[in-house]
């Protein structure tokens, strides 16, 4: 079964900093990728996916994830966060041929201001 | 469209009731998915639901929990007795393929 690591368990930035989230898996086939947020107290919501094509997937509110088949990894970016941003941030993956979506541990991101 | 809509909200319950959450898909969606968030151990799937049948139950943690679909916009997660280790945050999510799942608002279940 699919499985998926997120490394940073809690990133501390001053707003305007640049952002990486790191993200891997584990699944030989073709996977399909997501990254999701979810804000104090809310539920999750998707932040940008990757199913094929170009590897540089942008997403809402300034964020872009890329996707590296030969490292397993798929790691989420935004050169410059906001206070707004502080939230957990979730990357999930689902193999090509089934929904069963598996999510990663999570990466608590707190922006200063 | 109204979302993935989760009912109660919030529940609070005394140890070996039984608890029973609801949620209403999004007209469409063939799948539908229950998790559990916790501090301790994150998101779980719990089981899921392609056109209504079960397909994966493997995560339901005991024979305390069970969840049925008995049509296309309805499902419930039944945990019956309650223990207070089940407290957690528990999302229903859908969606049409695996084009991406969206999440309901959640209900967050305490067991006293």
């Known amino acids: 079964a699919q499985s998926v690591s997120q490394h940073n368990h809690h990133v501390i930035l001053s707003e305007a900093a640049s952002l990486e989230l790191g993200c891997n898996y584990s699944?030989?086939?073709?996977?399909?990728l997501f990254w999701y947020v979810q804000y104090p107290g809310q539920h999750l919501q998707l932040l940008l996916k990757?199913?094929?094509?170009?590897?540089l997937v942008k997403g809402i509110k300034g964020f872009e994830a890329e996707f590296i088949k030969s490292k397993f990894s798929f790691n989420l970016r935004k050169p410059s966060v906001q206070w707004s941003d502080t939230a957990e941030y979730f990357c999930?993956?689902?193999?090509?041929?089934?929904?069963?979506?598996?999510f990663g541990a999570g990466t608590r991101l707190t922006v200063k201001p | 469209d109204a979302g993935v809509i989760q009912s109660p909200r919030h529940e609070v319950t005394e140890m070996g009731q039984e608890v029973t959450l609801r949620c209403k898909p999004i007209?469409?969606?063939?799948?539908l998915f229950w998790y559990r968030q916790t501090m301790m151990r994150g998101l779980e799937l719990l089981i899921y639901?392609?056109?209504?049948?079960?397909?994966?139950d493997s995560g339901m943690p005991e024979d305390r929990f069970s969840a049925k679909m008995p049509n296309a916009s309805f499902s419930t997660l039944k945990i019956q007795p309650s223990e207070p280790r089940d407290s957690a945050v528990y999302f229903c999510?859908?969606?049409?393929?695996?084009?991406?799942?969206?999440f309901g608002s959640g209900t967050r279940l305490t067991v006293v």
């Open positions: 990757y199913f094929s094509g170009d590897p």
């Open positions: 699944y030989g086939g073709t996977v399909n």
């Open positions: 999930a993956v689902n193999a090509g041929n089934n929904n069963d979506m598996r």
């Open positions: 999510a859908s969606s049409w393929t695996n084009y991406g799942y969206t």
């Open positions: 007209s469409g969606h063939d799948y």
């Open positions: 639901f392609n056109n209504n049948v079960p397909i994966d």
